[in-house]
């Protein structure tokens, strides 16, 4: 009985002595953070990952410290998806206060699209954050006709062809409660303020539609390493398409296989995909990845037309 109460006691201590130990860290150990940084609590991210990534990215001393303070104090089930702010004083506990109480920089989750990527490497960068990626991905394959309506640059938009190069690379905000319609529409908004003045006119007068614009565009940026490559292969291309030459561009051909080879071997090249460019003449169905609009200005064979006035 006495060997009992010695182990149940020693318990007791070992217990409270942990209990100590982590109230401590929660409230006293700081991170060895170099100046004010951002971090990101995710929509419905649970708590143990949220404890785990923060750990990683030292803006806590311990998770399970961390873990702790939350149970301690009641809060388990009232974190607020945000972007918040911490620094080298940001205790744990001063963590948690503001991750429950809503005290973020903003609950908008910011996510920055680099020009290039293609619409699937967005919807996992749009998963990766919480937000509806998958959705996202299956609006832009299969687009809402209502989109035709409201962005007149869609009206070249063959049918069944998807928003690939319709979508603005940029920095975006959205709320963590963001549909995936939400973003989408987002995307084109900001294609359609980018788009520059009078592009789709002087496209008309060379008997080419924005849709393939695009397309060519996307093909080029991925082609090319420099403004003058790029400028160059724009050129041939165009060429290749008016003499109803294949394209033969590799650049399509990574993107059926999901590769990056600078040469596409002969296997490759005997894919039934209608973006082998050089099985198949003329364009692919549609771009392949996100160019700003601007950026096919860059292009010679898309430059407006001189204009000459007869006095």
Avoid: C
Wanted: glycine share 6%; hydrophobic share 40%.
């Amino acid at each position: 009985m006495k060997i009992f109460l010695i182990i149940a006691a020693a318990l007791t201590v070992l217990v409270f002595g942990v209990m100590g130990f982590f109230t401590y860290q929660a409230a006293f150990a700081r991170p060895h953070l170099g100046e004010e940084t951002r971090f990101v609590v995710k929509p419905g991210e649970k708590l143990p990952e949220l404890a785990a990534r923060l750990e990683a990215e030292g803006i806590i001393v311990s998770r399970l410290a961390f873990l702790f303070e939350v149970v301690r104090e009641h809060k388990v089930g009232q974190v607020i998806a945000g972007v918040y702010l911490a620094d080298n004083t940001t205790t744990a506990k001063e963590i948690i206060r503001r991750i429950t109480t809503g005290d973020a920089l903003s609950r908008d989750l910011q996510i920055t699209f680099p020009e290039g990527f293609s619409a699937a490497q967005m919807a996992l960068r749009l998963t990766e954050a919480g937000l509806p990626g998958e959705a996202f991905l299956g609006l832009v394959q299969k687009p809402d006709p209502k989109w035709r309506t409201d962005h007149a640059f869609l009206s070249s938009l063959p049918a069944g062809a998807s928003l690939e190069g319709f979508l603005f690379p940029d920095t975006y905000r959205f709320a963590p409660d963001a549909t995936a319609e939400d973003i989408v529409t987002a995307l084109l908004d900001n294609f359609g303020e980018k788009l520059p003045e009078g592009l789709e006119r002087d496209l008309k007068m060379q008997n080419k539609t924005l849709f393939e614009a695009l397309t060519l565009a996307s093909i080029v940026e991925e082609e090319g390493r420099t403004e003058t490559d790029r400028k160059m292969i724009s050129d041939i291309f165009w060429k290749r398409l008016a003499s109803g030459q294949p394209l033969q561009s590799d650049a399509t051909i990574n993107y059926i296989h999901g590769t990056t080879k600078d040469q596409s071997s002969y296997a490759d090249l005997e894919s039934t995909s209608p973006y082998n460019t050089y099985k198949y003449a003329g364009l692919p169905p549609g771009a392949h990845l996100q160019s700003p609009a601007s950026s096919l200005l860059r292009q010679p064979s898309i430059q407006p037309p001189i204009r000459t006035t007869i006095s």
